[in-house]
């Protein structure tokens, strides 16, 4: 029997998790201690940066705190690029999971510190543990099962359920701990959390085989050390720069560094994308599918950008204009974040229905009428923002209803558009550029997470009679571009259903 079959065979046969393989409870439990860590932490980030020096914060001003906020989001989805190469090239996907996993860990721990010089490079280190570690756990996933393996799609929603399970646990202790005891023990717990997950990785990662123990495509072992040297240096040159701005010896303005990032990662999306459609040999019927996948990419920016204000605005509105009292307990304002998480658990078996409800009755839009329509979603909470924030300005504490109908509403444009993007990005690609499209792709998560926090820097509390205005301006943006994508979405149906049979050729014929 060869490799392959026995996998195979191996992969029908373990049902040791709920009727998947017992791998999936190795891989479940880390990735729901490591969410629990990075959501708990990200909920108490935005609070305690702008909280005051008398609250034990660190007193920036919202535009600041928010603005590296975006860029702390934003590079946790950018450096997942360079943290799947590693594990295809250097290390492979299971080592490269639990040495990010110390990453984290060490840098919640320094986040712990109540030292406010090693702040920032607490973030550096939480932000690079998860590049490595959050791109390749959820590829580990897809390599407990063989090809023909049924149970795969059910095994990733098992697996989403997890993160869920993570967040809600991250937002609720880590919230609780930070905002009732200090700052510094709700980034603690986040710490411990990922202990936990970590111990549980080492001693059942037996259950995962040797699924990715190897790099996929090894190098040599004088390109590998290049590679270690080239990366070093990298590593290098931050430390050099976060050294020499804790001492002040150089000056960093974060809002201006958001707005370069920001720019050169929309550059960067323009110029790949650019080259795969001018320079990749494609089929006219490949060109028209990536027109209509741009569609899809330009909704994904615009909707992140606007969805995270939850860690941000959001999160400063129920922290300052939201009457939290329930009998004589004060909510943390951490924990309306919380909804997001709830609300997706219960809708998520809604949607897939709804989904193939409709495509037993031949209705089926396309990937970017799906996604105009999430984003129309969102910025219908915003709207309810709006008339939420008319009453802060009066000086009154609004009821949680409002920002409760604001993440449900969010919720509900997340679930039309996030997995119907990854699903656009997996059809409509090149197949020989699949790999690299979906890394593009993840580059429209940075540059919204980015616009976020620069967003979110017009929130002003001092100048609570500007709010209604900065929702109102979120919301029409994203109506604007959600009509205008839905509009072109009516021609681009016929670009995604395009399959010439050159173009299949060429899909058939590239390795």
């Known amino acids: 029997m060869s490799t392959a079959s026995a996998s195979a065979v191996t992969s029908h046969t373990d049902t040791g998790f709920f009727g998947h393989p017992k791998g999936l409870s190795t891989l479940f439990f880390t990735e729901m201690w490591e969410r629990m860590s990075y959501y708990g932490m990200r909920a108490l980030l935005v609070l305690f940066m702008t909280a005051s020096l008398q609250q034990e914060g660190l007193a920036f001003t919202v535009a600041t705190a928010t603005a590296i906020y975006g860029l702390y989001t934003g590079s946790v989805y950018f450096l997942g690029l360079p943290g799947g190469w590693i594990a295809d090239r250097l290390l492979g996907g299971q080592r490269t999971v639990f040495w990010g996993g110390v990453i984290i860990m060490c840098g919640h721990i320094v986040l712990a510190i109540p030292n406010d010089g090693t702040f920032f490079v607490g973030l550096i280190l939480v932000a690079s543990g998860t590049g490595l570690l959050k791109p390749n756990i959820s590829a580990l996933v897809g390599q407990l099962y063989s090809e023909d393996d049924v149970r795969r799609d059910g095994g990733y929603a098992l697996y989403y359920m997890g993160i869920n399970m993570g967040s809600v646990l991250?937002?609720?202790?880590?919230?609780?701990?930070?905002?009732?005891?200090?700052?510094?023990?709700?980034?603690?717990?986040?710490?411990?959390?990922?202990?936990?997950?970590?111990?549980?990785?080492?001693?059942?990662?037996?259950?995962?085989?040797?699924?990715?123990?190897?790099?996929?495509?090894?190098?040599?072992?004088?390109?590998?050390?290049?590679?270690?040297?080239?990366?070093?240096?990298?590593?290098?040159?931050?430390?050099?720069?976060?050294?020499?701005?804790?001492?002040?010896?150089?000056?960093?303005?974060?809002?201006?560094?958001?707005?370069?990032?920001?720019?050169?990662?929309t550059l960067i999306f323009v110029l790949y994308y650019g080259y795969i459609y001018f320079l990749g040999e494609l089929t006219d019927a490949e060109k028209k599918r990536l027109w209509a996948l741009l569609l899809v990419c330009i909704a994904s920016a615009c909707f992140w950008s606007g969805f995270e204000q939850a860690g941000s605005s959001l999160n400063l509105f129920g922290r300052d204009y939201t009457d939290r009292m329930v009998g004589s307990f004060e909510l943390p304002a951490s924990w309306f974040q919380n909804v997001n998480p709830m609300f997706i658990v219960i809708l998520s078996p809604f949607f897939a229905a709804l989904w193939i409800n409709l495509g037993k009755r031949m209705i089926s839009p396309s990937y970017g009428m799906k996604c105009a329509v999430g984003l129309l979603i969102m910025a219908s909470g915003f709207i309810v923002m709006f008339f939420a924030a008319q009453y802060a300005a009066q000086g009154l504490k609004v009821a949680p209803y409002w920002l409760v109908t604001t993440y449900f509403l969010h919720t509900v444009g997340e679930l039309c558009l996030s997995p119907v993007a990854l699903s656009a990005v997996s059809k409509l690609s090149p197949k020989r550029f699949a790999g690299q499209m979906m890394g593009v792709f993840v580059l429209t998560y940075s540059i919204g997470n980015i616009i976020s926090g620069l967003l979110a820097g017009n929130f002003d509390p001092n100048r609570v009679e500007e709010l209604p205005n900065l929702y109102l301006q979120i919301s029409l943006f994203s109506i604007g571009v959600g009509i205008i994508i839905a509009l072109i979405s009516l021609k681009a149906k016929r670009w995604e259903g395009l399959h010439t049979p050159s173009a299949q050729a060429v899909a058939t014929d590239t390795p």
């Open 170 to 265: 991250g937002y609720t202790i880590c919230g609780y701990f930070g905002e009732n005891i200090g700052w510094h023990w709700g980034f603690g717990a986040a710490a411990v959390g990922m202990a936990i997950g970590l111990i549980q990785y080492r001693r059942t990662i037996g259950n995962l085989g040797d699924a990715s123990i190897a790099p996929e495509s090894p190098m040599t072992p004088a390109g590998a050390r290049r590679a270690w040297i080239a990366i070093a240096a990298v590593v290098g040159v931050v430390a050099l720069v976060t050294g020499l701005a804790l001492s002040g010896a150089i000056a960093i303005n974060a809002v201006a560094v958001a707005q370069y990032t920001a720019a050169a990662f």
